[in-house]
């Protein structure tokens, strides 16, 4: 009998020790179970954590990337930069823009229609970032071949067409304004109350300045005569005999303040002035330093800033289809609003009356209770 209880006792401990394992073990898995979401559910967090950092670095990288990335850019002008200053603004503000932006540049002269389209063309098949235009000489071409290259963005300088494509940003100047304050100058200092200009070319375009540089003269005295000349020609805008034989015969019929409107033809036209005594004007830069004592000042287009304004709007996607710069943008003016005018060598600093109205004229401009029509819009 001692033995089927000693088995029994046996088989009950064993039992018992069964038992009390099975315990154990559906004690610890619940909790280990639990444990588990809570140890995964930690470094799930921070791997997330961590994960929306890093795309956030990354973003920031490629941003700071993207802006800083080095671009590509080609300048196209429709003639030779030689001495004409607007073309030359061009290319400084698309240099400028480069060099900015850790990039490369080029440019590309041309001499006539073969050769800015050959020139355009070429800077296609290179595909820059941005290929720059500038004047109205180009306008028909940077519609055409925007048109028909949508993916290279196109800026041009000066003009636009009527509907430009998506990748054609236009940057244009009122340059009416600048001429309109030239015109009040001469308004007051003209003593034959005869005043001319002598310009590049015959086209409505063209209107702006000479036309509006009379309205300017005659809203001082209405009874001022005005009359143009035109230079015309192969190269209308780097003639400078043409000019100056064009700036004395107008001289000779008496008018004693004459706007020099030919770009690199103007030289010559400073040369007339000093052989023949009359006050002249320029335009684009300050040209006074040409022929001191003769220039009295100049109507102003700060290109380069318009360029490199409009580069940088294009590049960051920003830029608009037309932009517009007159006095109100500090796209366009005149010596007499600059702070050093004292060291201009223009005429119109020894004037401080005079230089004080046309800065109030300015205001009326810019405030617009002074309205300055502009002519190429009739």
């Not at 070429?122 to 941005?130: F, K, S, Y």
């Not at 034959?192 to 409505?204: C, E, R, T, W």
């Amino acid at each position: 009998m001692k033995r089927p209880w000693r088995i029994l006792i046996l088989t009950l401990l064993l039992a018992m020790v069964g038992a009390a394992c099975g315990g154990s073990d559906a004690e610890e898995e619940p909790a280990t179970t639990a444990a588990a979401p809570e140890t995964t559910a930690a470094p799930a967090t921070e791997a997330t954590t961590a994960a929306t950092e890093a795309t956030t670095a990354a973003t920031e990288a490629t941003t700071t990337t993207a802006a800083t990335e080095p671009v590509s850019l080609i300048y196209v002008s429709p003639n030779p930069l030689g001495v004409n200053n607007f073309l030359i603004l061009g290319e400084v503000g698309t240099q400028r823009v480069a060099e900015r932006r850790g990039g490369t540049w080029k440019t590309f002269e041309s001499v006539d229609d073969s050769t800015r389209r050959a020139n355009i063309e070429a800077a296609i098949d290179e595909a820059p970032d941005v290929i720059v235009l500038t004047t109205f000489t180009l306008v028909e071409m940077a519609d055409e071949y925007s048109k028909a290259n949508p993916d290279q963005k196109f800026i041009i300088i000066d003009a636009c067409p009527d509907e430009p494509a998506p990748n054609l940003h236009c940057g244009v100047f009122r340059e009416h304004e600048g001429a309109f304050l030239l015109g009040v100058m001469a308004g007051h200092l003209s003593e034959a109350k005869q005043i001319g200009s002598v310009v590049a070319l015959d086209i409505p375009f063209f209107k702006r300045w000479w036309q509006s540089f009379a309205e300017g003269a005659q809203s001082v005295d209405p009874d001022i005569v005005n009359s143009a000349v035109f230079i015309a020609g192969d190269n209308p805008f780097s003639d400078p005999a043409r000019g100056k034989e064009l700036a004395l015969s107008l001289a000779a019929q008496g008018p004693d303040h004459i706007f020099a409107v030919g770009a690199g033809s103007n030289g010559g036209i400073f040369e007339a002035a000093e052989e023949a005594g009359f006050l002249s004007y320029g335009v684009d830069v300050n040209e006074c330093p040409s022929a001191p004592g003769y220039i009295v000042d100049n109507n102003l287009k700060v290109v380069d800033a318009v360029v490199e304004q409009l580069l940088d709007q294009v590049l960051d996607g920003t830029a608009g289809p037309v932009v517009s710069f007159g006095l109100a943008e500090g796209g366009t003016g005149v010596m007499a609003l600059q702070p050093d005018l004292a060291d201009s060598q223009c005429v119109i600093a020894d004037y401080p009356e005079i230089v004080e109205e046309v800065r109030a004229v300015a205001e009326g401009i810019i405030d617009g209770s002074i309205v300055v029509n502009d002519p190429l819009f009739g």
